[in-house]
């Protein structure tokens, strides 16, 4: 009898009982293994199951690709011969169809349904890449990776691309495997190679976006030697943590993009405009700056607190506007430097760099820090009262409390002793 959904109930049709049946055994032999609580393992136990588990949702991987290809090719056949169409025209709508379900009924995301289905159409005549797919030997992202090489290479090349490639591609990560795929096609035939990398170059792409809560969000991607560079800077610039430090991966990251801009503009290479070098511009009430609280205005980020614009009074460039009762400007006055040069110069010599324990980050790298009397509380700077210290341990001091002390004359930047624990 047929069911109300259309589809034929298993005692009239065999081969939909046997695959009902195939599939509930699967079912089972899941829950057999989620039943078994993790913490009832011991270490081994957990690292075989670890193994195991990673091997058949490799192959239940390879199965689900199997499957959408299966469908994309049965749907394209059954539209060619429906509307008399060549089957190669019909494949591609096929595809986004099933990409659209995959989506829709099993909430994939539109990139892993594509993938999917470009993986089942590259494995395709390939049968030692299948093989080594199914059997979980060749984790998806580095068929996918092998699959795309193929697809650019020439029939004549695919036997010998894959005695070197299939190896590695069981033992490599994505990354250490794509460098791998990448190095071979070069060699291969440096012609495609040239225009695969034009391709990834026109995929470049950045932005530079606020988010509502004052959050400025970089993104982006790189190919080729502008990579390179990219990892190059953020390498020089990304410093290790000194004592008292404790900044995560991507802390070191960011602070070292932002290192490598201050520095680019201290250079003083930018492109001017209007005839003015590129700089930090930041407005604020001088009732504010003297009290220390309030909101200072930044021309691209809108409002900032106080607090975070005065350490860039150390070393700045300060003119007073003038504004009428309506907040329009009446009078600006010339720009006063507030490091006289020849303290700077004197800094140099003494400090030699930021003078925080343990860092090593050069002068160009560093503020001048007002040490004892801060600039809003008319602090001059003087010997005494004024040393080098990168942005990080600038704002450690300002705003954590980190104590200078003084040894053989010159300043040193350690971070706090902690507190121990009264006795018992």
């Not at 797919?133 to 984790?139: A, E, H, Q, S």
């Not at 982006?220 to 020089?236: F, I, P, R």
Request: charged letters at 30%.
């Amino acid at each position: 009898m047929d069911t109300q959904d259309g589809r034929t109930d298993g005692s009239r049709d065999p081969a939909a009982a046997t695959d009902h049946a195939r599939l509930m055994r699967l079912s089972a032999a899941v829950d057999q293994v989620v039943a078994c609580p993790p913490d009832e393992l011991d270490e081994s136990g957990l690292k075989a199951e670890l193994s195991s588990l990673e091997t058949e949702v490799r192959r239940l991987s390879a199965r689900q690709t199997r499957v959408v290809a299966a469908m994309t090719q049965r749907r394209a056949t059954a539209a060619a011969q429906r509307k008399g169409t060549d089957e190669r025209r019909e494949r591609e709508r096929a595809a986004q169809d099933v990409q659209r379900e995959l989506t829709d009924e099993h909430q994939w995301t539109p990139s892993r349904a594509k993938a999917t289905g470009k993986l089942g159409r590259q494995l395709n005549g390939r049968p030692q890449v299948a093989d080594a797919y199914d059997r979980g030997d060749l984790p998806p992202r580095n068929a996918e990776l092998l699959g795309d090489l193929l697809d650019k290479l020439p029939l004549d090349l695919h036997e010998g691309a894959l005695e070197q490639l299939l190896p590695a591609g069981r033992r490599q990560d994505a990354v250490t495997f794509g460098r791998s795929c990448r190095a071979l096609l070069a060699e291969l035939d440096h012609d495609t190679a040239m225009r695969d990398e034009d391709r990834r170059h026109g995929s470049r792409r950045a932005a530079v976006m606020q988010r509502p809560d004052g959050m400025t969000v970089l993104s982006g991607q790189w190919s080729g030697v502008d990579g390179e560079l990219l990892h190059t800077v953020v390498h020089a610039f990304r410093t290790p943590d000194g004592p008292g430090g404790r900044r995560s991966a991507e802390q070191r990251t960011a602070d070292a993009i932002i290192e490598a801009f201050r520095v680019a503009l201290r250079a003083g290479e930018a492109p001017a405009q209007h005839g003015i070098r590129p700089h930090l511009m930041i407005t604020v009430a001088q009732a504010d700056l003297q009290v220390g609280q309030g909101s200072a205005e930044g021309a691209w980020t809108g409002p900032i607190p106080v607090g975070e614009v005065e350490h860039l009074l150390g070393d700045a460039s300060v003119s007073r506007i003038v504004l009428d009762a309506r907040g329009l400007p009446l009078e600006a006055s010339a720009e006063v430097r507030t490091v006289p040069a020849g303290l700077y110069r004197f800094l140099l010599v003494r400090d030699g760099g930021c003078i925080a324990q343990g860092c090593d980050a050069p002068p160009a790298w560093c503020d001048v820090m007002h040490l004892s009397k801060a600039f809003r509380d008319q602090g001059r700077l003087s010997p005494g009262n004024s040393a080098l210290g990168c942005r990080r341990h600038h704002r450690n001091f300002d705003r954590h409390g980190w104590p200078v002390t003084w040894e053989d004359g010159r300043p040193l930047l350690r971070p706090p002793q902690r507190r121990t624990p009264a006795g018992p």
